[in-house]
Every structure is written in structure tokens, then in C-alpha cells.
């Protein structure tokens, strides 16, 4: 029988809102981002606009103040343009590509009426004759340009609240991380801190105190290493097989000469990285369903190997006698070892997996996972 878990972590559709702090945040960059834009788009439109009335004839220079008048008035209308757009950034697409129609068409007779006049006043005393044509290509032009810019507009606030989504789930992610693997810290302690401090009151109830001596001072040390931990940093393998091999001390202790342990782990093996006390359940699970189930001696082993790219970490226990292999073998295939193929598929996704079965008479719990060193 075997069972494996393997593949990427589910995704999610939600979308939560920003917190007040981060979306007061965000608009204020949003409006620092929208006066620098159109800055550089009325700069743009003055140099063009000089461009072109250079290539008709026009002195530039002589025509500059009045094109800076006027293009200081059409960024005014902008900066009004997007006031009223953000304001209904929440409605649809179409929506809002209508109202951007609309403030075009609004604003477009207002900056041609203004362009006519700085032309007046730049060319008083004489008095220049109004020609509805030429206010009419003033109007499609300016049209066009407003457009352009309502577009562009739209499109910036639309990237800002994309980015502050992806932000805003990345944090919502971290914090369920950080949850799940506290839960996962400390889910390792309860069973085993609950049969410890009973296997030393058994052990002073028979007057054997140097070795309930012994197990409170190694439990207490224990502790102390695994609620200092930070679930959601990576230690060497090394690091974690030192205290793996504390804890499985304080279980021999307990069950004395019905238990041993093994290490079998090249030096090279033992400086790649793992996610810290992800060992722990494999190892409660083998002297849960291994030693506590048997009254023959179990053996349990750690096994570490290099294959390319990938660590290969395996945690082995004798079966209790009799069990037959067809037989639902797998015992203890529950939330412990479920918890790992969980938090593997989490940190790695395809290249994390878990998988439990039986070899013979051995019962053996493996992960694979990308090597990693320092």
C-alpha cells in the first residue's frame, strides 16, 4: 500500500480590501503619480505643439508663453478629469470608458474657447475673426487629446489597484504561512510533552529518579530549542537532526530497551537546507505506531540522500510483529503526516513530496525536496 501527496497549492479568487493604513497609503501615491504624469504629458503636448507650429511659420519662441498659458489650463482640466474618474473607478469597463467620452467632450469646447481667447490677447490690439472651423479642428484635436488622456488615466488607477492586490493576497498568504506552521510548531509538543511528564512520574513512583532526572532535564531543553524555533525559517539539516536526536533520546528513555535509532546521513547531506522540524511528525509517527504499538524491539532509522537535485529525507521503523503488508499498513497516516505533505506542497509545490508505505517488514515515511545549502 502507498500513499503520496504531491502537487501545487491550491489557488484562491479572493481579493481581499486593502487595510485603511495601506489603501490611504496607495491613493496618495496614486495622486503623487497622477500631477508627475501630467506634467510630462503637457510637456509633451508644449513641445509638439512647437514642433509643429515651427514647421508652419510660427516663431516658437514668440508663441511659447501664450502655448504654456494654455497647456497650464488644459492640465488644470485634466487634473478635474481625474478627480471625477477615480471617483468611479469601482464601475465597469464601459462605464468608464463612457465617462471618459463624455468629460472629453465637456472639456473640449472649454480649452478651445480658452486657446481662442490667449490668441486674442496675444494679438490685441487687433481684433481676430472667429471662424467656427477653425474652432471646430480645435475641438476634435483637443477632443482626441483629452481622450487619450482619460484612457491613460484610467489605466494607471487600474495598475495601482492590481499592485496592491497582489500585495495585499501575498500578505493575507504570509499570515495563514505563519499560522499554519505556528499550529504545526506547536501541534508536535502536546502528545509528546503529555506521555514525557508521564513516563517521569512513572520513573519516581519506582524511585528511579536519576533517569526521571534525566528526562525532565532533556525535555526541558527540548522545549526550550523547539519554542525558540522560527516555523518559517529554513535550518540545516544538521541543526535539525540535532534535535531530532535529542527527542528521540527522551523517547528511549521512556520505552528503554524496547527502542533504538539510527542516523544514516553523509556529512555532505547534512548541509542542506529543510524546512526546520520537518522531521518532527515523521519520528512521532514511528514511535507512535512503531515502538508504542509493538512489544518486540523497534528500530528506527533517519535516512538523508543526495539524488542530484533533489534531498531525499526518509524516517523507518520496524512493523509490529504480525501485521501482514497487505493489510491497511499504513498506520497513522493522519493529521501529523498530513500536516507535512500539507506544508510541502505549500513552501515547494511540484517540488515537494511526501509519500508513506510499507517495505517488507518496515514501515517508511519519505520527502523529497529541492537541494538547497547557504
Not at 504531491?6 to 480590501?17: I, R
Not at 491613493?27 to 514647421?55: E, H, K, N
Not at 510533552?193 to 512520574?201: D, P
Not at 540535532?242 to 547531506?269: K, P
Amino acid at each position: 500500500m502507498h500513499i503520496s501527496t504531491n502537487g501545487p497549492q491550491a489557488s484562491t479568487n479572493d481579493t481581499p480590501e486593502l487595510p485603511g493604513g495601506a489603501a490611504a497609503s496607495t491613493w496618495s501615491g496614486l495622486r503623487r503619480t497622477t500631477l508627475q504624469l501630467a506634467a510630462v504629458f503637457w510637456s509633451a503636448v508644449l513641445l509638439s505643439d512647437s514642433i509643429l507650429w515651427g514647421i508652419a511659420g510660427v516663431d516658437p519662441l514668440e508663441s511659447f508663453s501664450g502655448k504654456l498659458v494654455l497647456n497650464s489650463f488644459g492640465a488644470l482640466l485634466t487634473i478635474g478629469m481625474s478627480a471625477l474618474l477615480f471617483r468611479v473607478r469601482r464601475r465597469g469597463i464601459l462605464f468608464k470608458a463612457a465617462m471618459a467620452f463624455a468629460l472629453s467632450l465637456a472639456c473640449a469646447p472649454l480649452y478651445s474657447l480658452f486657446d481662442f481667447q490667449v490668441y486674442t490677447f496675444y494679438v490685441a490690439p487687433e481684433v481676430p475673426e472667429f471662424s467656427w472651423r477653425n474652432f471646430g479642428y480645435t475641438m476634435v484635436s483637443s477632443m482626441a487629446m483629452f481622450f487619450g488622456w482619460s484612457c491613460l488615466y484610467v489605466s494607471m488607477v487600474y495598475a495601482f489597484e492590481v499592485r496592491d492586490r497582489e500585495r495585499s493576497l501575498a500578505a493575507a498568504r504570509e499570515e495563514a504561512l505563519l499560522a499554519q506552521m505556528r499550529a504545526l510548531r506547536y501541534q508536535a509538543n502536546p502528545h509528546f510533552l503529555f506521555n514525557t511528564l508521564n513516563s517521569i512520574a512513572g520513573l519516581v513512583e519506582e524511585g528511579a529518579t536519576a533517569r526521571a532526572g534525566r528526562m525532565l532535564l532533556s525535555l526541558s531543553m527540548f522545549l526550550r530549542t523547539t519554542l525558540t524555533i522560527d516555523p518559517l525559517q529554513d535550518v540545516t539539516l544538521a541543526e535539525e537532526l540535532v534535535l531530532q536526536e535529542d527527542y528521540l533520546e527522551i523517547e528511549q528513555e521512556r520505552f528503554s530497551d524496547r527502542m533504538g535509532f539510527a542516523v544514516d546521513a553523509a556529512e555532505e547531506v547534512r548541509h542542506a537546507l529543510v524546512p526546520s522540524l520537518i522531521l518532527q511528525p515523521l519520528i512521532e509517527n514511528a514511535v507512535k505506531h512503531g515502538v508504542g504499538q509493538s512489544a518486540a524491539h523497534t528500530q528506527i532509522t533517519i535516512r538523508a540522500l543526495r539524488q542530484q537535485n533533489v534531498l531525499q529525507l526518509a524516517v523507518e521503523n520496524d512493523l509490529p510483529a504480525g501485521r501482514h503488508p497487505s493489510a491497511d499498513t499504513v498506520v497513522g497516516f493522519g493529521i501529523g503526516l498530513r500536516n507535512v505533505a500539507d506544508r510541502l506542497r505549500m513552501r515547494f509545490g511540484e517540488s515537494g513530496r511526501f509519500s508513506a508505505y510499507t517495505d517488507g517488514a518496515r514501515f517508511r515515511a519519505e520527502i523529497e525536496l529541492p537541494w538547497r545549502t547557504r
